[in-house]
């Protein structure tokens, strides 16, 4: 009687292929997946190493920049060598798992939904919304998801350091509020004006200088016009024309709205007549709303986003209490808040530990089962100093908490 079941459940064949299914459906439904690759180049630092062998402790490296003169006309390198210094960072990885199962046969009569073929594409979609989450939520040094009794981990978690906060803005026409100086928390920037702490063009030039001036510096993204490269050969894409390298921005939907409301000239038309993307050349270039200033600036609505409601609960703050229970950086009552990101090279750390795999059994007999689970952990990048497991200062992220008017 095994040849009747209409599932492949000891068919590893169809699990692969299911599995395969279900992890490109995922992936090309993830709006970030363009940010991915496999170097210290991409912005999303890609490691697929314990996908191969054991462990659960991915570590990922950076190198900082030789410091030293060298030497000049006839001058001895003997004696005079220069120590390279390599930065590490760890990303622990954790399980994150989904299923569902049919009411029994009679539902299953009752219609002509195909339990196992439709839930190849809602648990794809599933997956995109979980992984696509876990990556914002990190890139915004924000915590893991909590589903019912079991705790997910997925997010190696690490608040923004405070060097690479932003707490303001700018008013309509281009003038930085509070002087141009971090108001320090969500709390006293909402206790300013609102509409001089706004998202804007002066604000992005501001905080790209920043990024710049850091130590080490934000490196920006090598973007390249991928139209002719060959999906199948990784190399074609390595050597496919330089477009030019950008720093990625991500801003809210309302922070967006503040851009195109600017005022004078350095506003939204003159930004339309001299700053428009320059076709679709690569998938970071298609998804954008604008550049400028070396920038690319997505609109985003994941982007995360906090109301007061005159209360400390968790959907007012951005910075939480020990026990999850509550925010300790609450916005003013009626104040909104987003948190725009912006981001250079190896800005994240994604370590795959099992890729999207598809099981199938029984329950009940005949009640048909599907389950997905995936293994993996995501962490913004803070690298340890040479030699030592201190953590310095975020590598390259910049988040930018702004005041968003809402619509009515």
Known sequence: MANATAF?????????????????????????????????????????????QKGDVVIFE???????????????????????????????????????????????????TNIREDGKADLGSWFAEAMENDLITSMAGLYNENASSSAIETINESYPTTNRIYYGGQSAAGTLGNSGASYGTDALLTAGT???NLFGTKLIEMIRRRAQACSPRFRPVAIRDLSNANPNDTRSYANAPLVGKYFLVLAHPLQIKAVREESGTTGWAAMTAAAQVRGNLNPIFSGAAFLWDSCIVWEYDRIPIRTGAGGTTLAEGFLLNAGRTATTDTCATTRTVARALMMGAQ??????????????????????????????GVKRTNFNEHGTETATSDEAIYCMDTEVVVDA
């Open 8 to 52: 492949g459940t000891n068919d590893p064949r169809t699990q692969r292929k299911y599995s395969t299914d279900v992890f490109e459906y995922a992936l090309q439904n993830i709006a970030l997946t363009p940010l991915m690759g496999n170097t210290k180049d991409s912005l999303i630092h890609v490691n697929q190493e314990l996908t191969k």
């Open 194 to 196: 609102k509409t001089d």
């Open 62 to 112: 950076s190198k900082s920049p030789m410091s030293g003169a060298g030497q000049g006309d006839d001058g001895s390198t003997t004696g005079n060598e220069e120590s390279l210094k390599r930065r590490n960072m760890s990303v622990k990885v954790h399980e994150r798992s989904h299923s569902y199962v049919s009411n029994g046969a009679i539902s299953e009569q009752r219609t002509a």
């Open 347 to 376: 800005a994240m750390a994604f370590a795959w530990a099992q890729r999207l795999k598809w099981w199938e059994d029984m329950v009940d007999c005949n009640k048909p089962k599907v389950k997905v689970d995936a293994i993996y």
